[in-house]
Structures are given as structure tokens and as C-alpha cells.
């Protein structure tokens, strides 16, 4: 952040107050001009009067008293116009981002039923663990759709998993987090959800590092139309690195050897949900992967700053009081 210094709200306020201030004060000088005139008298050997020690104290002692007074006025007056012109600290902020980008995919498929709540709760512990990348969501079961695409709006994303796992607890209120997953033939077209997520990134710059955290059990139910080792091929392709977590791996089974061997092909790695490691291997893996920072567009930040003007009407008015009633004795 650059910090560039006072700005007013309402510069427009303190220039017509002025002006008011000017305009009362030549009224109220004109006014008291002429009230002096007739009042004032001839008065024959006030010389000796005027010349005593006792009359010239008396004398310089009003003028310092109505000096503060006027310049006690003055700076109240003028403490009270910059306030009400609402002085800012304007900053100009450069944020950067990561270039990393990061899509989560989900199987939401019969067999995952028991484990996409706990794993929608992984994965926001995984956003906890990240800053600055962007980061999507995707959900498959006959086919993919997009829950939210790439943001690194971190509030939004916490609360759209929030809601994911109301949906995957099974909370009626939100079932259309479903939709547009059961378009296809079939159910759990893993290679068909892997491929919607490999193709989700809108950045086609190779030198950004970009990861898809595959959620699934690898069970295929249907006939889809890429099928996994396809979509393991399109990541490799487009320089996407693949991580695995597979709620349910039974030892070493078919569908888990056949997963672990497509993620490592991308570069990734694979990991048993069970593995208490997972999250934190996985966040490590994404992180290693250089990340340049980018800059955002510049923005300007303004803030309310009274504390001078407080500060100076206060001491305004402190010599305002004082002045008046030392006079008034």
C-alpha cells in the first residue's frame, strides 16, 4: 500500500464556508464600526488618565485577551469547516495475486454418499491453507457442472462450500446444488468429471501452475464419453497436475492402483483420504509449484481522519472559554 497523504470529501465545503465566514465578519465589523461612532464622546484631559501604569496594564491586558479570543474564534471556526469537508486518508493499494490455480472436483455419485461431506470439509481446510491463488469448485456424477468457477474471492468460496456440504448432508433446502449433474448416461463417469475440471481454467498461459484435487472412488457406473486414462492424458496436455483422494481405497484394488497411476502421470500425487498427511501433502505439492506474483489492477482506499480537526476545534474552543469569561471578570 502507498499511502498519499490528506484528501477532503467535500473540499467544496470549507471554500463557501470561508467565504460565509469572511462575508460575517465584515458585517459584524461594519456593525460594531458604527455602534462605536455614536457612542463615542470628546472627553477633556483623559491624557493623564490614559498615561497611568495601572490603566496601560489594564489596557494591554483586554487586547492579549481579546487577541486569543479572536484567533481562539478563528481556529474554532476553521477546525469546524475542515471537518465538515471530511478530511480522508486516501491509500492506493497494488494487490497481487498468486498465479496458481486450483479446481476442486467432486464425485457426488451414489457410492461417494457417505464421504462428500466429510470431503467438502477437507476441501475447506484446504482453502484455509492457501492465499491469493484461485481457486473453483466443480461437481460430477452423469456429468459435470461448474459450482462456482475461478475466484479468489476467499468469503465467497467458504460459503459456497458451506452450503455444498448442507447439500451433501442432505438438508432438502438445497437441493439444487445438484443440478445439471444427472444429464448423462449413467453415473460416476469419473473420466467425464476429470475432463470438465482439466478444461475449467480460463487461463491458457502455461507458466501459471495449475492443479485440479480430484475427489473420487474411481467406481465407473456408465459408458462415458472420455474415459480416466483420456482425461489423464488431456491434464498431462494442458500442464495441469492431478492430486487424488480416494475416500474408499480397500488396500491395493483395481480402481485405486488404476488412480494412483493417472495422477502420477500429471505429476501429481495420490493419497487415501484416510492418510492423515493427505492435506497437508497436498497443500505442500500445490505450493512447491512456482507461483510469480501478479499485480492487480491499482485501487483507491479512503478512510475518515477527524483526529486534527477534533483536536484543533478543541483547543479553539478551550481558548474561546477562557477568554470570554477572563474577559467577562
Known amino acids: 500500500m502507498e499511502l498519499n497523504g490528506l484528501d477532503l470529501k467535500w473540499p467544496g465545503v470549507l471554500g463557501l464556508g470561508t467565504l460565509l465566514a469572511a462575508l460575517l465578519a465584515y458585517a459584524v465589523y461594519r456593525l460594531m464600526s458604527r455602534r462605536q461612532a455614536r457612542a463615542s464622546a470628546a ?84 482453502v484455509s491453507s492457501f492465499e491469493g491463488e484461485r481457486i473453483g469448485l466443480v461437481i460430477f456424477n452423469s456429468s459435470a457442472a461448474t459450482v462456482f468457477p475461478l475466484t479468489d474471492d476467499y468469503d465467497f468460496i467458504n460459503g459456497e462450500l458451506d452450503s455444498a456440504g448442507r447439500a451433501l448432508s442432505g438438508d ?62 488431456l491434464a498431462k496436455a494442458k500442464g495441469v497436475r492431478v492430486y487424488g483422494l480416494n475416500p474408499e481405497e480397500d488396500g491395493a484394488d483395481e480402481e485405486a492402483v488404476r488412480m494412483r497411476d493417472i495422477v502420477a502421470g500429471t505429476g501429481g500425487r495420490y493419497f487415501p483420504m484416510s492418510d492423515q498427511a493427505a492435506i497437508t501433502g497436498i497443500v505442500d505439492a500445490v505450493q512447491a509449484q512456482e507461483a510469480t506474483l501478479i499485480d492487480a489492477a491499482s485501487r483507491s482506499l479512503y478512510s475518515d481522519n477527524p483526529t486534527l480537526p477534533i483536536a484543533l476545534a478543541g483547543i479553539g474552543l478551550i481558548g474561546v472559554i477562557g477568554a470570554s469569561r477572563r474577559w467577562a471578570s
Open 43 to 126: 472627553v477633556a484631559n483623559s491624557t493623564a488618565l490614559t498615561e497611568l501604569p495601572e490603566y496601560r496594564r489594564a489596557l494591554r491586558r483586554h487586547r492579549i485577551r481579546m487577541a486569543v479570543l479572536a484567533s481562539s474564534a478563528l481556529l474554532l471556526g476553521g477546525a469546524a469547516l475542515v471537518g465538515a469537508a471530511r478530511p480522508l486518508d486516501t491509500t492506493v493499494d497494488k494487490p497481487q495475486t498468486r498465479s496458481r490455480d486450483i479446481m476442486l472436483c467432486l464425485d457426488i455419485s451414489g457410492s461417494m454418499a457417505a464421504y462428500d461431506a466429510t470431503l467438502v470439509s477437507t476441501f475447506k481446510t484446504l
Open 172 to 233: 432438502p433446502e438445497y437441493d439444487s446444488f445438484f443440478a445439471g449433474t444427472f444429464n448423462g448416461r449413467g453415473t460416476s463417469l469419473i473420466g467425464d468429471g476429470l475432463a470438465t475440471c482439466v478444461s475449467s481454467f480460463d487461463k491458457v498461459d502455461l507458466q501459471r501452475a495449475r492443479s485440479v484435487v480430484f475427489a473420487t472412488d474411481n467406481h465407473l457406473a456408465g459408458r462415458p464419453i472420455i474415459d480416466v486414462d483420456q482425461a489423464g492424458e
